[in-house]
Every structure is written in C-alpha cells, then in structure tokens.
C-alpha cells in the first residue's frame, strides 16, 4: 500500500530515504535521529550536518545514508510545541513538505519516517498525527512512491487519537456482546450434550432391565440433540439421524411434518418419518442448479466498476484514495474475475464512501462479510456508520488498536 504505520525501530527499517527530526544547529544529541546516525557511522553523519551549518524551523536538508543501507538521510526541523499560538501547525507542515520534496528529488520510491515534533519538542499527539497524514496524503496524490510512518509504540497514538476512547467503547458494546452470546451458546450446547448423556445412560440401563426400547431419549427429543437452545428455536427442516436399538439408521425425525411412517409404532408421535418418504412436497420445489448458475449476481468487479461511474469518479481519484498503488487497481479494472482480498474490498468501499448496506453488499459479491467477531470489521464500521471515510485515519485507529491495515 502507498502508506502504511508500523511499530518498528526507525534505524532498522530499511527505505530508500530515511526522514529523522533534527533541531536547527543540526547537531546530532538523542532520539531517533541519534539511532538512525549510529547505525550510518555517528561521526560521519555529524560531519555532514556542520558542512551544511543550520536549517530554519519548518525546513530539511540531505546528507547522505553512509552505511545506512538507504540513498540519503533527510534532517528535517518541526517547531516546538508552544501552546498553538506561534503558528507551530503551518510551521510543522512545512517541514513535512520539504523533506517529501527531498525525497522525490533523490528519486526515492520508499520513505521512511516518524512524527515530527510529537517527542522532547511536545507537539499534541493528535495534532502531529494529522499533519503528517495530510501532508502525506497530499504528497501522494502527485507521487507514487511508498511511505511508512513508524513509530516506537501504540501508546502515544492512542493518546492522540480524537476518536479512541469512542471506538473502544463501540467495540466493548458489539465485540463483547457479540462473544458473551457465543459463549451462552456454546454453555448451553454443552449442558444439552450432558443431559443427552446421562439420558442415554438411563436408557441403555433400562433395555438391559426391560428389554429393548426404541430410542434413546437423545434421538428422538430435537430439544436435546439440538445446538439450538429450545424446540422452538430448531429449523423446521432439520434432521436428526436415529440409531437407537432395534431401528434401521434410515429412520430420521422431521420436525416439520406432523406425519409418523415405518414399522417402528413406539417413535414419538409427529416426529418420526422414514427418509424414504421425503419428497418436493415435504421441503418444497428447489431450482436445478442450471438454473442458479444461470441467474449469477454481477460480479465484484462489474459491480466495482459500476459504483466508480455512478460516483462520477476517475480511476486515480479510487485508488488513491483507497490508498492502493495503481497497479493493483489496474489488476482489478484488467480482470472481470478478479478475486481481491477483504482489505481491498473494505478500502474501496471507503474511497467510493458507500454506506454499510453497500459495503456489505459489495463484500458479499468478492465472497466476504463484516463480522461483529473481528475488532478490525467492528473498527471499520464504525467510520462508515459515522460517515467517516478517510482511509489514513482509519488506518491510524486500525494501528492503534493492534489490528492488521487497509
């Protein structure tokens, strides 16, 4: 993807150009920028900064990488935080600006960088965060060039995100929720099988007491066997195979019929019929499969393709707004069959800003769904229902809470 966030060590990663903060005297004293120095040669990475001397606030200048496995090293100085009021946010973005600009003039196609001013300097979290992005953002529009924000831990985005403690809440309401009922389920599938087991052990006790009896309790009460958590709750067209004592196996229960049939005149009465008797009038006339395989929903890609034309939208303008490189777009505007992922699909949908029947719509058609058990679909969501769709910002929530990216 053309942008990216990741935890990492900004020294290790490797880029074509690394970005790192610097004050104006270009002298190398701690963070980030020490780190990434160290690992090109500290002494010769300094040598280079007082050829060059000074560099005003909201500016950057090159050196070169040394035995930093990159093209060059960008030094780029962001404002001290003072409050807002020293014009730090127009200060901070032209140090973003400038240094991207360096990198397109050394030819870079993989930036590296952090948040500028959101260490010593005390830029507010949030406030860095949405400079970088829409400096960023801009820079992409013109350039296709890879950039990844790195950052050394979750906590101070967190901090600074706007919407956190919001999303949280939202998934602690559907996430949770949504587990606690699987785990009610799953207790009372459990407390059916423990009652179908000590039904079943009465039984085998009786027939060796009084002889052979029908069935065992399990086979013949849907409420037992059933994951389902009442009678009323089983599918009117389920079955049940039945193996008890003195029975054929192709005796099955249905539900649905209130219709006995078979030599065995001890079965509950409405419940027990011989698969045999099952016919189109027992589950009603289905399609042959010509004729579902001949009335096919369009396409994801059709569909895809459909929705950008009723937007009114350019290629450029969807996947750049996807954040998807133009390649990958192309794969999918080239290939009517095309099998995307469930990010790229999600991604889409937010460049073409669909509403969550569309987007659940579109999800469908690439063989996907949104889950109320992933934190990442619950995350999305949650944008799209608050008409929310910029994709660097849901990407920046998504890295806050340890999900995987668009």
């Known amino acids: 993807m053309p942008f990216s966030i990741e935890r990492n060590d900004l020294a290790s990663v490797s880029a074509d150009v690394i970005i790192v903060a610097a004050n104006e005297d270009l002298q190398i004293t701690g963070g980030v920028g020490k780190a990434v120095a160290q690992v090109a040669g500290f002494e010769k990475v300094q040598e280079a900064c007082n050829a060059i001397g000074r560099c005003p606030t909201g500016s950057a200048v090159v050196t070169p990488a040394f035995d930093l496995p990159a093209q060059a090293i960008i030094h780029a100085v962001g404002p001290i935080w003072q409050g807002g009021t020293h014009n730090e946010v127009a200060s901070l973005r032209s140090a973003y600006d400038t240094a991207l600009s360096l990198a397109a003039e050394n030819n870079a196609s993989s930036i590296a960088l952090p948040l500028l001013s959101a260490g010593i300097y005390g830029f507010p979290a949030d406030i860095s965060l949405s400079v970088a992005q829409n400096a960023i953002h801009d820079f992409l529009d013109s350039h296709d060039s890879e950039i990844r924000l790195v950052l050394f831990d979750r906590s101070a985005l967190q901090a600074g995100l706007l919407t956190y403690d919001r999303i949280k809440e939202y998934i602690d309401d559907v996430y949770v929720d949504k587990h606690s009922s699987a785990r009610k389920k799953t207790r009372k599938a459990d407390e059916a099988r423990r009652i179908n087991t000590f039904n079943d052990t009465i039984f085998t006790a009786a027939s060796a007491a009084f002889g052979a009896l029908s069935a065992p309790p399990s086979a013949v009460i849907p409420s037992l066997a059933s994951p389902y958590k009442d009678a009323d709750e089983t599918p009117k067209d389920a079955v049940y195979d039945r193996e008890g004592p003195g029975e054929t196996s192709d005796e099955i229960i249905d539900t649905a019929s209130n219709k006995t049939s078979g030599k065995n005149s001890d079965a509950v009465d409405?419940?027990?019929?011989?698969?045999?008797?099952?016919?189109?009038?027992t589950f009603g006339q289905s399609p042959c499969l010509s004729e579902l395989l001949s009335s096919l929903d369009a396409s994801f890609s059709t569909?895809?393709?459909?929705?950008?034309?009723?937007?009114?939208?350019?290629?450029?303008?969807?996947?750049?707004?996807?954040?998807?490189?133009?390649?990958?777009?192309?794969?999918?505007?080239?290939?009517?069959?095309?099998?995307?992922?469930?990010?790229?699909?999600?991604?889409?949908?937010?460049?073409?800003?669909?509403?969550?029947?569309?987007?659940?719509?579109?999800?469908?058609?690439?063989?996907?769904?949104?889950?109320?058990?992933?934190?990442?679909?619950?995350?999305?969501?949650?944008?799209?229902?608050?008409?929310?769709?910029?994709?660097?910002?849901?990407?920046?929530t998504l890295y806050a809470f340890d999900q995987p990216l668009l």
């Open 270 to 281: 409405g419940e027990v019929i011989y698969a045999s008797t099952l016919t189109t009038e």
């Open 303 to 396: 569909t895809l393709l459909s929705l950008i034309d009723a937007k009114g939208m350019t290629d450029a303008q969807v996947y750049k707004r996807a954040n998807m490189s133009r390649q990958l777009f192309s794969k999918i505007r080239s290939d009517a069959l095309y099998k995307p992922t469930k990010k790229t699909v999600l991604a889409l949908a937010i460049a073409l800003e669909l509403d969550l029947d569309a987007t659940e719509d579109l999800l469908r058609r690439a063989g996907f769904a949104l889950s109320h058990s992933n934190k990442a679909d619950i995350i999305v969501e949650y944008f799209i229902m608050n008409n929310q769709f910029d994709i660097f910002e849901i990407n920046a």
